[in-house]
Structure formats: C-alpha cells, structure tokens
C-alpha cells in the first residue's frame, strides 16, 4: 500500500510537471509572438502591418529572451522524463488479476457483512417497535401517564 501511494505521489508530480511544462511552453509562445515584429519571408507576400515600436524587444533582448525560454524548457522537459523513468514499471496481468480478484471476494464479504448489518437493523427495529407499542396499549402504564 504504501509503494502505491508512493507511485500515485510520483504520477501526481509528473501530472504537475507537464503541466508546469504545457505553461512554460503556452507562455514562451505568446511571448515569441507579440514581443517581435512582423518579418516579410517571402518576396510575393508583402508585410502589410507592422507593431508598435514600444512592444517590440529589441533583437539583441529577444535572441537572449528566446534563448532563456529554449533552456527553461529543456530543463522542465528533463524533469518530465526524470519522473517518467522514476515511475514503477506496470504490474504484470497476472498480478493485477490476481489482486482484481481479492478485491472481489474481499467486497462480496463486505457485501455480505452489509447484508447481514441490514438484517440485524430491521429485525431490532421491529423488536423496539413491538415493545413501544405493548407499552403504549398497556392499560396500567396508559392510566399512569400524565396528561
């Protein structure tokens, strides 16, 4: 059990990470695309529009920009495969219907245990209703009864 909640830990970080990583990579292209002006790439397709001066870096600021997104992402990409080869390898089918099949009988007793709990509620509760009632109907407790 607690391997389990051990590897359940590990995919949570991974969960995170990706996510973490997915941000980091959401936010590097917003970046790249609203911090640089518009770039003719071809000589048949004219650049019609140009950004404000103001919120564009400059290029030496933007290779360095660029430069820093491209390790931040690197290193969270080698954090993501670190968890990913740190997880337990996968259970054999053997073993895992072998434990499926535990949890089975394991639940049928539950069941069982349930059932029977049941039984055992109704058949007080019938009991208690019986004696409630004999009492109530009871002439000499009936007369003795204030009110």
């Known amino acids: 059990m607690l391997q389990e909640l051990s590897s359940m830990d590990r995919i949570t970080q991974l969960q995170d990470e990706i996510q973490n990583f ?3 990579m959401s936010n590097s292209l917003a970046y790249l695309t609203s911090r640089t002006n518009f770039l003719q790439v071809s000589e ?3 650049v019609t ?9 400059p290029p030496d600021v ?3 920009n660029k430069k820093e ?3 931040d992402l690197m290193v969270k990409a080698k954090q993501v495969e670190y968890l990913i080869q740190s997880l337990p390898s996968p259970e054999p089918e053997e073993q ?3 434990r499926l099949e535990l949890l089975e009988e394991e639940m049928q007793r539950a069941n ?3 059932t029977v709990a049941v039984a055992r509620a109704k058949a007080l509760h019938s009991q208690i209703s019986q004696v409630l009632e004999r009492v109530l109907n009871d002439n000499e407790f ?3 009864a204030p009110g």
Request: proline share 7%.
């Open 142 to 144: 009936a007369t003795e």
């Open 112 to 114: 069982e245990e349930y």
């Open 96 to 98: 895992q219907a072998a």
């Open 49 to 57: 529009k140009q950004r404000n001066p103001e919120k564009v870096d």
């Open 44 to 46: 048949d397709i004219p």
């Open 22 to 24: 997915l941000t980091i």
């Open 69 to 71: 997104l491209v390790a």
């Open 62 to 64: 933007f290779e360095a």
